[in-house]
Structures are given as structure tokens and as C-alpha cells.
């Protein structure tokens, strides 16, 4: 494939999708940009682990009991990695796998804000946390990167993500491309993963359940920092998944109308 801003956007979204799937998590869709390889989206299904990973990106930390800490810190690890292999993947094509010292790691914004909360996190429920973890990370992400059977399955969906263009790919597709690239996938359902049946037949997830399992590999808008903001202050009896759900049905709303 041609490398065009098509092409590395695919790669970038495909090479956290493959970290994603490595780490236990799913993925609802991906959608490219030909105008910014690093304006791409991809929605994460976190299943179990989404109510911590809402509260790890949107900084709103909670107190870890002692028994909770390691699990913690694994999730907030494994979307480090996530994060931060949109990036690696990109520079490792453009440089066609040639990764010295000097290498320029030009991160988007859309990776570095949920980065640099990570890390935050890390920070707070480790003092001993090390400041140079994201670029440690990305350095060990580099070495993967170079295993055939990660680099494939890259490439897999990267070519499915490109032949499909700027439309969104859905989760069987992302998975049948996987597994077409090799890369093992578990397609069961995350706990409390509801679907219904549309007017064709097909499984379809409601609205409400998008909202509430899945959180998109990109940084928060104002308006969603506005919205989050609110919901808390007005409903304290909700937790993380119900003011993520309120402020994704606002913006539906607002989509279209």
C-alpha cells in the first residue's frame, strides 16, 4: 500500500487495535481521516475493566484498596501500551522498521493527553512510578513490532481498514481481519454486552450499551469535559459509566439535529 495519510492513519489505528486485542480488550470500530494520520478513531470495549479505565483517562482517581492496586495498575500498563502503539506503528512504517536513537516520536494530540494521564495516574497509585515510562514503553512497543505474527496482523487490518476507507469498520470485521493476519481472538461478548436484533436480522448494539462499554482512543473536547462536569454535579448518586452514557446521548442529540 501506498503510504499516503489514508494508509498511516490505518496503521496508526491498527497497530493500538492489535495492542488492545493483546491486552485483553476489544474493539467496537475504527474509523480513518485522509486528512490527519493521526485524527483516526477506534472505540475500545474495556468489559469489566471500563468503569476503571473511564476513571484512569478522565482523572477522576479513585481511592485503590491495597487488594485492587496490582489489577490497577495493569489495565493503566496495558493502555499505556495501547496508547502509545498508534504512534510506534506509524513511525515504524514510514521508517520501514529502521528505529534508531535519534528517531522523532511525533505524537498527536489526540495520544498525548490520554498518555500523560496514565501516567498521572501511575504517578499518584505509585510514588515510585518512573517519569520515563511512556518512552520506555514505546521503546519495548518498537521491539514487538518487529514479531511477524504482530507485524501481520497489522497489516491485516490496516489493508481492511484502507480498502474499506474513511467508513467506519465494525467489530466483526476488525476481528475477521485479525484473525485473518493471525492474531487469536475471543469473540464472546463482555459481561453485560447487550444486543438486540435490527429489521435485517442482525445483532445490533443499542445506544445505551455503546455508551457505556466502549471509550474512544481519543482526547476529551471541551464540550465533554462541560457535560461530564455537569452530570456529576447534578446526579452524585451516578457513577462513571451512567455520566459517560448521559453525555454520549447529549452528543448523539446534537449529531442529529
Known amino acids: ?21 493483546r491486552a485483553g480488550f476489544h474493539c467496537d470500530g475504527i474509523e480513518l481521516s485522509a486528512v490527519d494520520p493521526g485524527k483516526g478513531k477506534s472505540r475500545l470495549n474495556g ?26 495498575i495493569e489495565v493503566a500498563q496495558n493502555l499505556m501500551d495501547v496508547y502509545c502503539a498508534g504512534t510506534c506503528t506509524r513511525i515504524y512504517l514510514e521508517e520501514e522498521g529502521n528505529i534508531g536513537e535519534l528517531v522523532e516520536l511525533d505524537v498527536p494530540v489526540q495520544d498525548e493527553k490520554p498518555i500523560g494521564a496514565i501516567q498521572k495516574f501511575l504517578t499518584e ?13 514505546m521503546a519495548v512497543i518498537f521491539k514487538k513490532l518487529r514479531a511477524p505474527e504482530v507485524w501481520k496482523a497489522i497489516q491485516s487490518l490496516a489493508s481492511t481498514a484502507v480498502t474499506n476507507g474513511e467508513k467506519l469498520l465494525g467489530r466483526f470485521e476488525i476481528e475477521d481481519a485479525l484473525m485473518a493476519g493471525g492474531l487469536r481472538v475471543q469473540r464472546a461478548a463482555s459481561p453485560g454486552f447487550s444486543v438486540g436484533l435490527t429489521e435485517a436480522g442482525k445483532k445490533k448494539e443499542g445506544p445505551e450499551t455503546r455508551a457505556s462499554k466502549t471509550i474512544e482512543f481519543e482526547s476529551e473536547s471541551p464540550a465533554d469535559i462541560l457535560l461530564k462536569d455537569f452530570f ?7 457513577g462513571e459509566e451512567e455520566v459517560a452514557a448521559a453525555t454520549q446521548h447529549v452528543k448523539d442529540i446534537i449529531r442529529k439535529y
Open 232 to 238: 456529576r454535579k447534578v446526579r452524585k448518586d451516578w
Open 47 to 72: 468489559g469489566a475493566d471500563t468503569a476503571l479505565i473511564q476513571q484512569i483517562l478522565g482523572g477522576n482517581h479513585p481511592v485503590i484498596s491495597p487488594e485492587n492496586r496490582n489489577k490497577a
Open 125 to 137: 497509585i505509585n510514588p515510585g512510578h518512573d517519569p520515563a515510562f511512556p518512552s520506555k514503553r
Open 1 to 21: 500500500m501506498k503510504n499516503d495519510i489514508l494508509t498511516l492513519c490505518a496503521y496508526h489505528e491498527s497497530g493500538r487495535v492489535v495492542f488492545a486485542y
